[in-house]
């Protein structure tokens, strides 16, 4: 890898996303040497990925160059790599352009998609986890307008105009409302020969409520604001398959469609290597002490959504979204230090801000903390949080300026096949 030899010891981070980034920063002043390990040479803005997949925002304005985040840090590398394999015992990385030696390992590397091993599902749905699933979702919303006008026969043109979302987590709601804007504002415009009417937008919840883990306020009125828009939300169904034409479910509900996105679970983005004895945890995430330390591993660390923290608050381990990642990166820093030092560490607690959802235009909800608000507030709250913890300036000023004309003009001008997802359509051919 070309690192050189150094008298520090060595901190190597294996994800420059919330966790490893703010982890970084802590350690930029540092005696230590910190090599920073990404199979991407970016960091993903996560929460606003279902903006780039319905032409809100251009996918440069939520990813951040992760060498541009280490400029000015001594001691600091990167390396664009992926990481195939830890050895524990030997202190030792494979990645995918060599191997690397390290004192500690902290292991940042999020979550990925958990298809629950439905393997039709995982092979026909589309994901909505990265940058490039998001342009992926894109270009296949757009294309399959283009399907929709080449025939004259209504069931397969409707089901091209059929779009289900599966999943009523945050994800699947704010992408619904997305798309139920989209249908009102964008497509009669865009496409004046097509009765884009009849285009339809189910959300589809296996559990009984949407926003688990919210409020039952803010639940209900998420739920509200998606059947204003027209979503059709549909709780209690559990989809079990997809072959590319027909979702078929746990009752006697299926629908034809194709585009069908799967925002149903995520689970840890293991590493080869990393297990032993409880080691693993559900949902394959890595188990962890209260200083983030690996179950039965002294000198490797994980946090973020990959750690496995449990505590009274959260027996399973805390939510797998960005604070938790946040704020364990930057305490990890510290405690490496005092390691270090021989000093004790500090255990971690959580401080949850709240969680927030955004349906569409004016319209969002909010926990935060005792203070439950739905609606404009909630909205612009929202839009303030989302912008002060995006990383750079540049994307700031940009996603703020598309906001803007966004809202005035009704417009998602970002609405461009620039890769081509080229599905097979035969299926809705008669
Ligand atoms: C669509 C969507 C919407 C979301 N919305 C919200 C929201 O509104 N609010 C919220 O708080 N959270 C939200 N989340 C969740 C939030 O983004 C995650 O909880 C957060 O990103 C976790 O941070 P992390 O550092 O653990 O991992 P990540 O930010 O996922 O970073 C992991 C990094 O590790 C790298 N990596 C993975 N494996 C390897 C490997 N083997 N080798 C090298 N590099 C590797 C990846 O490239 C990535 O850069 C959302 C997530 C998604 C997918």
Redesign the pocket.
Same mark, same amino acid.
């Given at each position: 890898m070309n690192i050189p030899l150094s008298s520090y010891p060595r901190i190597v981070i294996?994800?420059?996303?919330?966790?490893?980034?703010s982890l970084a920063k802590k350690l930029s002043k540092q005696e230590v040497q910190v090599v920073l390990?990404?199979?991407?040479n970016y960091?993903?803005f996560?929460?606003l990925?279902?903006q780039v997949s319905t032409g809100g925002l251009e996918p440069d304005s939520i990813a951040y160059p992760l060498r541009k985040v280490l400029i000015g840090y001594d001691n600091f590398y990167f390396r664009l790599?992926?990481?195939?394999h830890i050895d524990a015992a030997s202190k030792k990385l494979n990645?995918s352009i060599g191997d690397i030696t390290y004192d500690y390992l902290v292991v940042?590397?999020?979550?990925e998609t958990n298809f629950f091993g439905n393997a039709e599902i995982e092979k026909h749905a589309v994901a !909505?986890?990265s940058i490039p699933q998001s342009l992926n979702l894109r270009s296949l919303i757009l294309e399959n307008f283009e399907q929709a006008l080449l025939t004259d026969v209504y069931h397969e043109r409707d089901a091209l105009m059929n779009f289900v979302i599966v999943g009523g987590g945050?994800?699947g709601v704010?992408l619904a409302g997305a798309l139920a804007e989209i249908k009102k504002g964008i497509l009669p415009k865009d496409y004046p020969d097509l009765d884009t009417r009849r285009a339809q937008i189910n959300l589809v919840q296996g559990g009984d409520c949407l926003l688990p883990g919210f409020s039952p306020q803010a639940s209900k009125k998420a739920e509200d604001f998606l059947e204003k828009l027209g979503v059709q939300v549909w709780k209690g169904v559990r989809v079990t398959g997809y072959n590319g034409k027909t979702v078929s479910t746990l009752t006697d509900l299926k629908f034809d469609s194709a585009a069908v996105v799967w925002?149903a679970g995520?689970k840890g983005?293991g590493?080869k290597g990393l297990d032993g004895e409880g080691v693993i945890a559900g949902g394959n995430r890595v188990n962890v002490n209260e200083f983030n330390q690996v179950i039965g591993h002294p000198e490797i660390f994980a946090?973020?959504?990959?750690a496995c923290m449990a505590t009274e608050d959260n027996p399973r381990g805390h939510p797998?979204?960005?604070?938790?990642?946040i704020q364990q990166?930057k305490l990890l820093g510290e405690n490496l230090v005092r390691l270090i030092d021989n000093k004790p560490l500090k255990p971690f607690v959580y401080n949850d801000k709240g969680s !927030?959802?955004t349906i569409g235009r004016n319209k969002a909800v909010c926990d935060i903390k005792k203070f439950r608000f739905q609606g404009v507030f909630a909205w612009f709250v929202w839009m303030f949080v989302?912008l002060f913890f995006l990383i750079g300036f540049r994307n700031r000023m940009v996603v703020f300026i598309n906001w803007v004309y966004n809202y005035i003009r009704f417009d998602r001008e970002a609405r461009l096949i620039i890769r081509p997802y080229n599905r097979d359509y035969s299926q809705f051919k008669d």
């Open positions: 294996i994800g420059g996303g919330f966790g490893g980034v390990i990404d199979k991407n960091h993903t996560q929460p990925l279902y790599a992926e990481v195939e990645t940042a590397t999020g979550s !909505m986890k945050p994800t704010e925002a995520v983005a590493i946090i973020g959504d990959i797998m979204v960005a604070q938790p990642a990166g !927030m959802a989302h």
